[in-house]
T-cell receptor, first 115, second 114 residues
Framework: GAGVSQTPSNKVTEKGKYVELRCDPI?????LYWYRQSLGQGPEFLIY????????DSGLPNDRFFAVRPEGSVSTLKIQRTERGDSAVYLC?????????????FGPGTRLLVL | AQKVTQAQTEISVVEKEDVTLDCVYE???????LFWYKQPPSGELVFLIR??????QNEISGRYSWNFQKSTSSFNFTITASQVVDSAVYFC???????????FGAGTTVTVRA
């Protein structure tokens, strides 16, 4: 079946602008995660949704970052007043409930470049 | 706090050589999960294996094998008879069972030369 999809695949913006990154999880997966991967590093956790609510947003670096998942499926990560340090690959992953629920499956990521 | 250490930054081998990737983890949880993911040049993270903390059986899948040792908090990964297509960054990761969020190591870049 279809995997996790993310749009856009690449985003170039200017410092100070607002950006939205979209994640469409695997159908039926109730849990959704956002991670950020800087060049040469492993992904770092940002936020976790179980259904519509953010169950854990402890990884969001500051209040410029916000994410929503209003209907419990698609999620949008929003970054206000972007800074050059926000440049990274933003990865989304989803996970199902029940058997083998421990495993997250990742999308291809959105490469964000802030000029 | 959970922590994953992959001490090897880069490994370069010639095709058909075996390569072992080290992973050491720290956690206070008694139940936890260990993972290996592959990130080829295309960038997408590909799930390879999951291991539960209460299952120390080693596993083999084709040319891949994993050695989980709780006593040394290690979960090492071996590629036997490496191929050029194995060239990628490999990540070891750890999660608990509360929300399953992953803590990743820094990754090991494997380059297999023909």
């Amino acid at each position: 079946g279809a995997g996790v999809s993310q749009t856009p695949s690449n985003k170039v913006t200017e410092k100070g602008k607002y950006v939205e990154l979209r994640c469409d999880p695997i159908s039926g997966h109730t849990a959704l995660y956002w991670y950020r991967q800087s060049l040469g590093q492993g992904p770092e956790f940002l936020i976790y949704f179980q259904g519509t609510g953010a169950a854990d947003d402890s990884g969001l670096p500051n209040d410029r970052f916000f994410a929503v998942r209003p209907e419990g499926s698609v999620s949008t990560l929003k970054i206000q007043r972007t800074e050059r340090g926000d440049s990274a690959v933003y990865l989304c992953a989803s996970r199902r409930r029940g058997t083998l629920q421990e495993t997250q499956y990742f999308g291809p990521g959105t490469r964000l470049l802030v000029l | 706090a959970q922590k994953v250490t992959q001490a090897q930054t880069e490994i370069s081998v010639v095709e058909k050589e075996d390569v072992t990737l080290d992973c050491v983890y720290e956690t206070r949880d008694t139940t936890y999960y260990l993972f290996w993911y592959k990130q080829p040049p295309s960038g997408e993270l590909v799930f390879l294996i999951r291991r539960n903390s209460f299952d120390e059986q080693n596993e083999i899948s084709g040319r891949y094998s994993w050695n989980f040792q709780k006593s040394t908090s290690s979960f090492n990964f071996t590629i036997t008879a490496s191929q050029v297509v194995d060239s990628a960054v490999y990540f070891c990761a750890l999660s608990d069972r509360s929300d399953y969020k992953l803590s990743f190591g820094a990754g090991t870049t494997v380059t297999v030369r023909a």
